[in-house]
Nanobody, 122 residues
């Protein structure tokens, strides 16, 4: 079973950028679609972005379109979430997960990391 560890979160100001990493062990990340989700306090988990396993097709939530991007580094067995022009409403715990195919739906994902906190102040 692949295990995932997120890193790169932190506390930033509105307009700043962060790059989150999702590092895998126990499996080859390039064989999975990878998704990023986030959950703010008192809110349901929300889809952010995902990338297909065998090509560069991506899905984005409308709320992050044009500000966030997702990319793989297969040599490092890692997927990155680049977040630019961060807003206070982006504050949440961000988690990555793997699925057989690209999806916006958390129920399709098989394994999850523990998450990394992103806090954006105005």
């Amino acid at each position: 079973q692949v295990q995932l560890v997120e890193s790169g979160g932190g506390q930033v100001q509105a307009g700043d950028s962060l790059r989150l990493s999702c590092a895998a062990s126990g499996g080859t990340l390039s064989r999975y679609a990878v998704g990023w989700f986030r959950q703010a306090p008192g809110m349901q988990r929300e889809f952010v972005m995902s990338i297909e396993w065998h090509n560069d097709r991506t899905y984005s939530a409308d709320s992050v379109e044009g500000r966030f991007s997702i990319a793989r580094d297969n040599a490092k067995n890692t997927v990155f979430l680049q977040m630019n022009d961060l807003k206070p409403e982006d504050t949440a715990v961000y988690s990555c997960a793997v699925a057989p195919y690209i999806s916006r739906y958390a129920s399709q994902y098989l394994a999850w990391g523990q998450g990394t906190q992103v806090t954006v102040s105005s």
